[in-house]
């Protein structure tokens, strides 16, 4: 009897045109480092008395079906988890190289199908009305660059065989973090040591009842973008602006040699006043939790640019 092995997992991916409605075709093959997408069902113990010491049968309750994907910053297969997270992007040039402008802001959020694999069982497990709740990555001077998309999914269906066909295949063209670089209103900024980005659509749950205990929707509300910058104390730029109260835009952005590029613009950033410990003889850092918000210029609060030669289906 063959084991599951992670080796041989296959995930593909699609956009939905009904939600909670897997397409019959249109799947493109997904590189991933792990996931614990799934769904849960737990047991609600009996509270019913009279029957002795020993407990009545349990009875099942909701389904809860979300997960996490850990998936590498490159520059094909990001566009589409860039899409789940901000909506049909904005794409320029004839020929390639193409520009994908993605802009946050959106009131409507696609909705994706996701079959996940496991070829030796088998077992293929198609997720559907899987919305995008939150993107986050690191940026930091070596180690593997990924990024973590918690999705929230409507249900599972399981079987032997798949469902998605033969998926299209990308090239995969891979950001490292010797590719990634960090401005501040359009000027490098120095002494960085690591940098987190997290960009949330606090997904609201439709739970309505229903025969099969899945959810009726997820509908973005407020969204949210925050992070943290650790820098070296060199000098009272940022803390000047964190007393201050002023915001500033930050920039990172990954290239590569070949001209594929990812920069994600957050327009309007506001810092914290940070506490500054000495905490030995070493360099002193500090770390700023910052948090933006809509710019009033620019009329939203972040831009992610996806430069590549892949004319996307969407």
């Known amino acids: 009897m063959a084991r599951a092995q992670g080796a041989r997992a296959l995930m593909a991916l699609a956009f939905e045109t009904t939600y909670g409605t897997p397409p019959a075709s249109g799947f493109t093959r997904m590189p991933f480092a792990s996931t614990s997408l799934g769904v849960e069902q737990p047991l609600l113990n009996s509270e019913l008395l009279g029957y002795g010491r020993d407990p009545l049968a349990p009875i099942k309750d909701a389904v809860t079906a979300d997960g996490d994907v850990v ?39 696609p909705s994706m199908s996701i079959e996940t694999g496991m070829p030796e069982v088998p ?43 033969t998926p299209a295949a990308l090239e995969l063209k891979r950001f490292g973090h010797f590719n990634g670089a960090i401005s501040r209103n359009g000027t490098a900024l120095g002494n960085v040591v690591t940098a987190e980005i997290t960009y949330a659509n606090n997904l609201d749950r439709i739970e309505t009842i229903r025969s099969d205990g899945r959810i009726d929707g997820a509908d973005p509300s407020i969204a949210a973008l925050t992070g943290s910058i650790e820098v070296r104390f060199a000098d009272s730029t940022l803390v000047t602006q964190a007393i201050n109260g002023d915001p500033c835009e930050l920039e990172f952005a990954y290239v590569l040699p070949s001209g594929e590029s990812f920069t994600f613009t957050v327009h309007a950033v506001y810092l914290p006043r940070p506490r500054i410990e000495i905490s030995g003889p070493q360099g002193v850092q500090a770390t700023f939790d910052w948090q933006a918000a809509r710019d009033s210029v620019v009329g939203r609060m972040c831009t992610a640019t996806l430069v590549n030669d892949v004319e996307y289906p969407f």
Do not use: N
């Open 71 to 109: 998936v590498p910053l490159d520059a094909e297969a990001f566009g589409f988890w860039l899409k789940a997270a901000f909506g049909t992007p904005s794409t320029t040039g004839a020929e390639a190289p193409y520009t994908h402008e993605f802009q946050s802001g959106s009131w409507a959020l």
């Open 123 to 165: 077992r293929y497990a198609m997720y559907s009305g899987c919305v995008l709740d939150q993107i986050t990555w690191q940026m930091q001077r070596s180690g593997l660059l990924t990024a973590t998309a918690r999705l929230v999914a409507q249900g599972e269906t399981i079987g032997t065989t798949t469902s998605a066909g």
